[in-house]
């Protein structure tokens, strides 16, 4: 382990077990460990559990480590192989339970070395990710030495990849744009969101989504055509694929009549998005903003805090934490940018998580604006990052959160002041009824501060 860094075939063999356990000494496992991931790869993981996770009744050594045997299970079945295993006795001591899975784990790296069917570390890491889930915590999660590099360039707010920067969605029979990066050759050439993709290169489209992403990805500089339909007309665009870089925030002035409304796109809380949202509310003159977390999936606390800071009253409560010593109630800085009294409305999704569902509701409860759109996902944990041996890394719920009311979000997630959702017939139209009615509240909001 690293330390902390702040989502057939059938073969039978059947083994004594303490035998087993006493042919791999430390020695061995010390050994194995130096050339790929093994058994204490997952004790690893298991240490930063027993000393961190916020609810230590949920850490039980042999039923933690059952659940890691049973991703061992899954990991062979994916190959089309059986792995069958002896449970671990929930009455067995600590050390005789370590043994046990030692004894388990490298009969399955033996049968996995048989078939060749996989890549190093995969078994240590299938069985540390089926431990980790067990828990049922939003927060509580495996990450592979990709997803963990990945996490890492989100939490800077830079994202750089390559294509036309559209992200494309499943709906019924409909693949559709959810959203067009700013800047990007897609946005240049024209594609709007909710445009109806009909086919790609002259080929029809169907309804593998992963396909249809492979098509429309490929090598920089080389053109791609799109088919698209967007009500009732049917447009083609040609596009040259470059670099992508994903923005941390988008933004625009939007004018009904006499009003001009901020709108703020936001895709995540990472560290860069403090001043990008600041920027944003000092360079334009309106009269309402609408904050879009829509699709958020959260983000670093201390920028939830003072992102906060710029629309709620230094006195708010913003969540209270719920941890092993008790409860604390986090409360907010009011920032020199404070827009107090500036008309507020928040869209959400069921893809909103974790810092932007704590936003959304310390809004509600402080009645500063209007919360629309649809439940959040309900995955709104305090967790920090491990980095792990080999390049992975793991997450750790260290606190639950609630509301400053008390409410659960976990697993509930929070309700829309004004529930709308996307419908099919939405897309087909190519109408956002979510940011249109978003629009609708904040005039009124603004016309009720007149009176």
Request: proline letters at 2%; charged letters at 30%; glycine letters at 8%.
């Amino acid at each position: 382990m690293k330390g902390r860094a702040k989502s057939i075939h059938v073969f039978l063999a059947v083994f004594g077990i303490f035998a087993a356990a006493s042919f791999f000494s430390p020695a061995y496992v010390e050994a194995e460990r130096s050339r790929s991931a093994g058994a204490e790869f997952v004790f690893d993981a298991y240490d930063i559990l027993r000393r961190d996770f916020y609810d230590q009744e949920r850490i039980d050594l042999p039923v933690l480590l059952n659940a890691a045997l049973t991703g061992l299970s899954v990991a062979f079945e994916g190959k089309d192989v059986l792995f069958v295993f002896d449970e671990i006795p929930m009455d067995i001591a600590p050390e005789g339970a370590k043994k046990w899975f030692v004894a388990e784990f490298y009969r399955a790296r033996k049968l996995a070395r048989r078939i060749g069917q996989f890549e190093d570390n995969e078994l240590a890491f299938a069985a540390t990710d089926a431990m980790l889930n067990s828990l049922h915590s939003s927060h509580t999660f495996f990450l592979t030495p990709q997803e963990y590099e990945a996490s890492r360039i989100r939490e800077c707010g830079l994202v750089v990849t390559c294509g036309i920067g559209i992200e494309i969605r499943k709906e019924d029979d409909l693949i559709y744009i959810h959203r067009v990066y700013a800047d990007s050759p897609a946005d240049r050439a024209g594609l709007l969101r909710l445009d109806v993709i009909v086919a790609v290169n002259g080929e029809e489209v169907g309804d593998d989504l992963e396909y249809i992403s492979s098509r429309v990805r490929g090598e920089r500089g080389k053109s791609v055509d799109i088919s698209v339909k967007r009500g009732i007309k049917g447009l083609t665009y040609t596009i040259f694929r470059d670099d992508i870089v994903v923005k941390d925030i988008e933004k625009r002035i939007v004018s009904r009549g006499s009003h001009n409304i901020l709108y703020i796109h936001l895709s995540g809380f990472a560290e860069r998005f403090v001043y990008r949202v600041r920027g944003a509310l000092l360079a334009h003159k309106y009269d309402a903003v609408i904050f879009d977390l829509r699709d958020n999936h959260g983000g670093l606390l201390w920028v939830l805090e003072a992102i906060s800071g710029f629309f709620l009253r230094g006195d708010t409560e913003l969540f209270v934490e719920i941890t092993e010593s008790g409860e604390r109630g986090y409360f907010i800085d009011e920032l020199n940018v404070a827009l107090t009294k500036v008309p507020l409305a928040v869209l959400i999704n069921n893809s909103s998580a974790s810092a932007s569902e704590i936003f959304a509701s310390a809004v509600q409860e402080a009645k500063r604006g209007v919360v629309l759109g649809e439940t959040s996902s309900g995955a709104v944990e305090v967790s920090y990052k491990y980095e792990l041996d080999f390049g992975a890394g793991m997450g750790v719920a260290i606190c639950e959160v609630l509301t400053s009311s008390g409410k659960k979000i976990e697993g509930v997630g929070v309700t829309p002041d004004i529930e709308v959702k996307l419908e099919v017939e939405d897309i087909i139209r190519g109408e956002d009824v979510q940011l249109t009615k978003a629009i609708e509240a904040v005039i009124e909001l603004v016309e009720k501060n007149k009176k």
